[in-house]
């Protein structure tokens, strides 16, 4: 089956087979030395001199660690949305008795630094700032982040960003652009099955969470950087996980992250433009296309819920539908993690034969 | 080596191997039906009728789950304690600004309905109790629980059980002890690599959550349910431990609830044996000794901060060392999961020789 969502990805033959290793004690000096290399890999893939802390959890767990231990209750937080993900950082901030307020911008566009600006000084409370870097709903990259943190700082604001999608395959500069918070998911660019998240935190968000009076315990930062102290997690981690991240990592980190970025770059624009060789449209805007996801519109006259049911059943490939209000309007190319040249050519041959079957003629071939 | 802590516990080759299959879709068919399986599964190990949610978290998380899904802030509620991860839940309940009454039994004894019934009467407000069925902590069991569910129902309250270290080794009857919400874990019995923890609710605590104001997210089992409607999670699964726990349960089916209960029986009683012919005790008193894990006192003259270091290093043996207060004062034999009668007489040999080593004069040979 070939497996083009936008996560979980692939995971490597190596990877999955060194989550197969004989279990271990999560106290012992062994899971210590992981505990240690997997940190200094992570920070290495974030850029960044700050803490990282691997939690485990799904990333909207990740999500959930970045409200409750930065934003008090009843506080004003703005929300940069520009799809799904973003509305579930609404919903989050909503649910913790927080006082989310909405920036939104179109589906398939960026957030314009401008408009956060005027959006912070028209509520000039704001301590904290919530954003999407990748939308996988979406397949749109916030490109403007660096801006938009020059920004949120300028206005004393902490910066939080969820790079899940993004970050280990489209550079995300932690440090270099000054982001507070940043979040990332071991089931996408990282090659490992899903169920740890890794959270970034700076000097700044530190200070934040010392006062912060929000009520936490599971997703406590705190606790994770006193028991990383010791080599340790608070609570029993996710062992066979951290064994697959190691291996992952340790040939992420072989590759080089360089080479990483290109090959995502290389493959992005090979399925984009694979896609606009059928007739197709993208949804995002020109110039912001993720390169992990692609999302297409599906054309007129196919039946888009049809679409990924037969792509799977028919032609042994695995798409992600559209969520939320885009269900049945899209479906997304997932290019991301352990992905190669075959892996997409394939994917290309699965969405021409799954638009024919659904009655879809074929307007350019390339 | 020999893996002789209470969890994670040794993973068979068979359900390792079954995590290292290809990655799927976690919205798709066949992690449907996957969750369809271990769901039902998990259900006949939970002796019960009641929802069993699947979430990807440490059995913490759990623990948190049961908290925020059922206490509202300002609330009082009993904590029965008799050992560390009691105090655990005397935590989680004031992080989330409840109001924990803790009735606290010595290390090592179990908890007295009477008590408890004493208890609740000195405090009518409370609605909700919270005890621990198997304390990790002193290898003790409570094993009056269905004397005080019965309790605990007669003064209308919810009862809240953490079984995470009894529940598929030792019997636990959820629906004959009317036990509103019960959690286990995958790295204890259920012989599943550590990440996945398992939460029963009951038709009164879902009536419960639905009024209950806490705030809640990720562990909002109300979520759980509606997706597990549709086949789904709502967050995305650790999919790898889920093919595990697959395989895993599949196991624990076809050797039959009562010869694992039995042989869990047979081998704590055979390490019980073993301990005392070294001229050990107990920390458990007699008759409350858990069947998971075995709890021994250092005996005077051995520095008990070397016990665990010496058998691991010299005796190849992991034992766990004692928490909080117990550290240095005893030493912890896990027997539970995946363990058979050459675990045990191994571990037995390793105990010996690392007393030996750190300047024990073994007193009556067996």
Redesign the interface.
């Known amino acids: 089956?070939n497996?083009r969502?936008p996560?979980?990805?692939?995971?490597p033959?190596e990877v999955?087979?060194a989550?197969?290793?004989?279990?271990?004690?999560?106290?012992?000096p062994q899971f210590a030395a992981m505990l240690g290399r997997i940190t200094a890999g992570a920070q290495q893939v974030f850029q960044t001199k700050n803490s990282v802390l691997t939690l485990?959890?799904?990333?909207?767990?990740a999500m959930?660690a970045a409200v409750v231990n930065h934003v008090a209750?009843g506080e004003q937080v703005l929300v940069i949305t520009i799809g799904v993900f973003g509305q579930r950082f609404v919903?989050?901030v909503r649910?913790?008795?927080a006082e989310p307020v909405e920036l939104a911008f179109d589906f398939g566009s960026a957030a314009d630094p401008a408009q956060v600006d005027d959006a912070l000084r028209a509520n000039p409370g704001i301590r904290t700032v919530l954003v999407t870097h990748n939308e996988t709903s979406t397949g749109t990259t916030n490109v403007y982040l660096p801006q938009i943190s020059e920004v949120v700082h300028r206005h004393d604001a902490l910066m939080i960003v969820d790079a899940i999608s993004s970050l280990s395959s489209i550079p995300v500069q932690t440090d270099a652009w000054d982001l507070d918070v940043v979040l990332s998911?071991s089931?996408k660019g990282w090659m490992t099955?899903?169920?740890l998240a890794f959270v970034s935190v700076s000097d700044r968000a530190w200070a934040r969470q010392e006062t912060n009076p929000m009520?936490?315990?599971?997703?406590?930062l705190r606790r994770a950087k006193d028991a990383l102290a010791r080599g340790e997690t608070?609570?029993?981690?996710?062992?066979?996980?951290v064994f697959?991240l190691d291996k992952a990592i340790e040939m992420m980190l072989a590759e080089g992250l360089d080479a990483i970025y290109e090959r995502h770059r290389r493959l992005a624009r090979m399925t984009r433009d694979g896609i606009r060789a059928l007739g197709l449209e993208l949804l995002a805007s020109e110039g912001l296309e993720s390169d992990t996801v692609t999302a297409v519109k599906i054309p007129d006259g196919v039946d888009g819920s049809q679409f990924t049911k037969v792509a799977?059943e028919q032609f042994d490939t695995?798409f992600?539908g559209g969520q939320g209000p885009l269900r049945g309007k899209i479906f997304r190319f997932g290019h991301l993690g352990y992905v190669h040249e075959p892996d997409i050519r394939a994917g290309l041959v699965a969405v021409e034969k799954t638009l024919v079957s659904l009655g879809y003629a074929v307007a350019n071939r390339a």
Chains 1, 2 share one sequence.
Not at 20 to 25: F, K, L, R, S
Not at 234 to 241: F, I, K, R
């Open positions: 089956m497996l969502i996560g979980p990805t692939p995971v033959a999955a087979q989550g197969a290793a004989e279990m271990i004690n999560h106290r012992g485990t959890a799904s990333g909207t767990g959930e209750p919903d989050i649910a913790y008795g998911g089931q099955a899903p169920g009520p936490r315990f599971y997703f406590d608070p609570w029993t981690p996710a062992v066979s996980l697959q799977r695995v992600a």
